[in-house]
């Protein structure tokens, strides 16, 4: 269950992170941000970005054990 929330929080992060640095026009570097089509909208995404994000929610949460 812990793993699910953390996957929210960390796609939560990826996403404003993600939309704050490209919308800027930067791709991030090691973040790799790119704008991807989502049905008939757009939005910023990186899938690193997301993993650490969500391996850090998971950590702490384990932590609050």
Known sequence: MDLLKSCVLGSLLSFTIALVIGSQGSDGGFLDIHLMTVVAGKM?????????GTGLSWAVMLLQR
Not at 44 to 51: A, D, E, T, V
């Open 44 to 52: 910023y995404w990186s899938w690193p970005l997301f993993l650490v």
